[in-house]
């Protein structure tokens, strides 16, 4: 069962438009969310990530925007550019005395065009 | 930028060869992981260990087997490779403190099976 629903799959956006991806999920004990960029040829890395005591949060071009109540959180691109073009995958966990639990979406690609 | 390091890069072998692909990480993460990455994105845990002497079997279940003998060192093997076991490997580790949701991945193996 996926923990973390992600869509699109695949996105094309214009150079200077806004990129916009949704994820969503159904655990409530999910405390952090956050989300990883990859580039071709490399692994995943931390883009941002946002805890549900806040409704939003910016770094720069990037914004997380969170709902608690309808357990939906999205990734903003604002300005999108060539070099945004990745996979990009959301993420929850939830605070666990283990190691797995970190649970990933199935990723959506992201193309802009110039 | 992450220590973490993996190799080979890319192999190709033949079926029924042994192989082992290397997980190194400079950070003192207690927590390591091994994810298999399908061609179309998504992610799929495979084996995590909580430190040294400790590994467990992640959610998608694989033929190949690991060990954690020394902190830093977390490598994967596969004792009788097979077309099937084609595929991109990922590294990642996570340290015990911070943000529970914070992954430092390599750059992957990227294994093709003949």
């Known amino acids: 069962q996926q923990q973390v629903k992600q869509s699109p799959q695949s996105l094309i956006v214009q150079k200077g438009g806004i990129s916009i991806i949704n994820c969503a999920y159904e655990?409530?004990?999910?405390?952090?969310f956050p989300w990883y960029q990859q580039f071709p040829g490399k692994g995943p890395a931390l883009l941002i990530a946002i805890r549900p005591d806040v409704s939003e949060k910016k770094e720069g071009r990037f914004t997380i925007s969170f709902n608690k109540s309808a357990k939906q959180f999205s990734l903003h691109i604002m300005d999108s550019q060539p070099g945004d073009s990745a996979t990009y995958f959301c993420a929850a966990s939830r605070k666990f005395a283990g190691a797995n639990n970190l649970f990933f979406g199935t990723g959506t690609r992201l193309t802009v065009i110039p | 930028e992450a220590d973490i390091y993996q190799t080979p890069r890319y192999l190709v072998i033949g079926t029924g060869k042994k192989i082992t692909l290397e997980c190194s990480q400079t950070m003192g993460h207690d927590k390591m992981y091994w994810y298999q990455q399908d061609p179309g994105m998504e992610l799929h845990l495979i084996h995590y260990s909580y430190g040294v002497n400790s590994t467990e079997k992640g959610d998608l279940s694989s033929e190949s087997t690991v060990s954690r003998i020394r902190t830093e060192h977390f490598p994967l093997t596969l004792e009788s490779a097979r077309p099937s076991h084609t595929s991109q490997y990922l590294c990642?580790?996570?340290?015990?403190?911070?943000?529970?949701?914070?992954?430092?991945f390599g750059e992957g193996s990227r294994l093709t099976v003949l």
């Open positions: 990642a580790s996570s340290g015990t403190g911070g943000n529970t949701g914070e992954l430092f």
């Open positions: 655990n409530t004990a999910f405390d952090y």
